[in-house]
């Protein structure tokens, strides 16, 4: 079995910064991509950043600038550093992987994290 953990959310001011990680454990053989994306009540899930095993990243426009992801390949782990957070970036936001189990030495993409809640807030 695979897990996907996630820590770093919470309540924050608008302006301010949260860092949010997510760690892969299992048995797991290796991982591809890498991603967070959010929901919002009422919407649905959106893709906000995603990154390659060789570090190629990808952003959603809105975050453009602001958030950062990044991942340690050693220790399967994915951050966002958000910075400059807006009301509007109010979510849960939930991590994503493409893992290679030991198993079936195949990719799947369906490995997802609990969610971690992110308010912005005054």
């Known amino acids: 079995q695979v897990q996907l953990v996630e820590s770093g959310g919470g309540l924050v001011q608008p302006g301010g910064s949260l860092r949010l990680s997510c760690a892969a454990s299992?048995?797991?053989?290796?991982?591809?991509?890498m991603g967070w994306y959010r929901q919002a009540p009422g919407k649905q899930r959106e893709l906000v950043a995603t990154?390659?095993?060789?570090?190629?990243?990808n952003y959603a426009d809105s975050v453009k600038g602001r958030f950062t992801i990044s991942r340690d390949n050693a220790k399967n782990t994915v951050y966002l550093q958000m910075n400059s957070l807006k009301p509007e970036d109010t979510a849960v936001y939930y991590c994503?992987?493409?893992?290679?189990?030991?198993?079936?030495?195949?990719?799947?993409?369906?490995?997802w994290g609990q969610g971690t809640q992110v308010t912005v807030s005054s």
């Open positions: 994503n992987a493409g893992v290679i189990t030991i198993a079936t030495m195949r990719v799947s993409y369906d490995y």
């Open positions: 299992g048995s797991l053989f290796s991982i591809n991509a």
């Open positions: 990154i390659t095993s060789g570090g190629s990243t």
